[in-house]
């Protein structure tokens, strides 16, 4: 059986937890932040480009880093090919975000004309222990230990054909509305406008001082986790282009300040 992740934070962590208990496990990550971007074209790769573009706008070896994503991606998706058509079995592990959501609507539009057998891992966001509780923003924030631990495995349930249809379905709504930002609010993806999280960076920002930009996304994340620091950064450079939020280089520090546009 394949396992399906759409993160290389916990594709990594899936991968050294059949490691270091001797299981034969096969990991596939797909990493395509569908949350974010067009979705309509036929090429999803080129759409996927533009993401991986903005989401190392920021590195010295931006272009390299962008080309090597790309490159990951596209055998990561051959080999997903090869595998369905070969028969394989799957096994998908998703969340409610937006990212993970997304690519497991993807995902069963992808396989729902395969003869395969698929099985899901859905993985709350607030995992319970004895005497607390591990509230999680992302799958990446999952120990191999807490795997065991929380009994993840016990979540495995059926997704049959019929099943998989069913969500290609959502998948194709999302398609034609094609709006560049999917969200999810009580349980359901819902398509937004490109500025939806702008608001949560604003919030943190005032007109009265500069602040360092990476503290404001720090602490917007910790508010806010509902998208990618990389994304809140590019959204803050766009703020920063139309005038909306002011700018300041900071010789004490490698990013500048700033604070809300008078």
């Keep these: 059986m394949i396992d399906i992740v ?3 934070s916990f594709a990594s962590t899936l991968k050294y937890y059949y490691q270091k208990r001797h299981l034969d496990g096969q990991v596939l990550a797909l990493p395509m932040y569908l949350s974010l971007g067009d979705i309509s074209q036929r090429s999803l ?31 990561g998706l051959d080999q997903l090919s090869q595998s369905a058509q070969a028969g394989e079995s799957f096994r998908i592990w998703w969340s409610e975000t937006a990212d993970d959501y997304c690519g497991f609507l993807w995902i069963c539009d992808y396989l729902k004309d395969f003869s395969v057998q698929t099985m899901s891992v ?19 924030e999952i120990s191999e230990d807490a795997i065991d631990e929380f009994q ?42 490109i500025d939806f999280y702008d608001r949560f960076v604003l919030a943190n920002l005032s007109q ?55």
């Design 6 to 8: 759409f993160s290389d």
């Design 45 to 75: 790769m080129e759409s996927r480009q533009t993401i991986y573009k903005i989401e190392y706008a920021h590195y010295q070896a931006s272009e390299q880093l962008t080309v090597e994503a790309v490159n990951a991606l596209r055998q």
């Design 122 to 140: 859905k993985v709350p966001m607030t995992l319970v222990r004895e005497d607390s509780l591990m509230i999680i923003s992302k799958l990446g």
């Design 152 to 193: 993840l495995a016990s979540l495995q349930r059926d997704l049959s054909a019929n099943s998989r249809r069913a969500f290609s379905y959502y998948w194709h709504d999302l398609r034609s509305e094609n709006n560049p930002i999917r969200t999810v609010i009580n349980g359901t993806v819902v398509s937004q406008s």
């Design 208 to 262: 009265r001082r500069f602040r360092n930009i990476l503290r404001v996304i720090g602490e917007t994340l910790g508010d806010y986790p509902f998208t990618a620091d990389w994304w809140y950064r590019h959204r803050i450079d766009y703020l920063v282009s139309k005038g909306s939020v002011d700018y300041k280089a900071d010789p004490d520090a490698i990013v500048g300040k700033i604070k809300l546009a008078k």
